[in-house]
């Protein structure tokens, strides 16, 4: 393997959610697709790196509104990181745009690493990170 293409995230309100993920961290859509059952957006973050929103008709919500160690108590995808340069001002940024404020920023357990938590608006669990050169 070379690198991560894209991440799927599985959404209720596709046009919200792409909203979002636009306001709070720079999301652009780069095509839209539809099926029978499903909507899709595949579009990526400023560093490239690419997020596909999917909104399957009749999907149920699951384990969403965790805090980190919540989440650890179920198998699968727990969160989503990003690296953030500004970790302070782009915490501030996503909760301002509309995330929910889940740990503040601080030190990560791994050396020279901040980060803080948030859920998006539709309670999957977001990290942000940065080198402490970036708190």
Not at 34 to 54: I, K, N, S
Not at 73 to 83: C, D, E, K, S, T
Not at 123 to 135: I, K, Q, S, Y
């Amino acid at each position: 393997m070379n690198r991560l293409h894209h991440i799927g995230l599985s959404v209720g309100d596709l046009d919200a959610m792409a909203a979002w993920y636009g306001r709070a961290l720079g999301y652009e859509v780069q095509f839209t697709a539809e099926t029978p059952t499903m909507r899709a957006v595949m579009g990526a973050l400023p560093d490239g790196t690419g997020l596909e929103l999917l909104e399957r008709f009749g999907s149920e919500e699951s384990a969403q509104g965790l805090w980190p160690d919540e989440a650890l108590l179920r198998r699968g995808w727990g969160h989503i990181a990003f690296v953030v340069d500004d970790l302070d001002a782009t915490y501030e940024h996503v909760v301002a745009a509309g995330a929910d404020p889940v740990w503040t920023p601080r030190a990560s357990p791994e050396p020279g690493v901040s980060m803080a938590f948030v859920h998006d608006p539709e309670g999957n669990l977001v990290e942000l990170l940065a080198r402490d050169g970036g708190r």
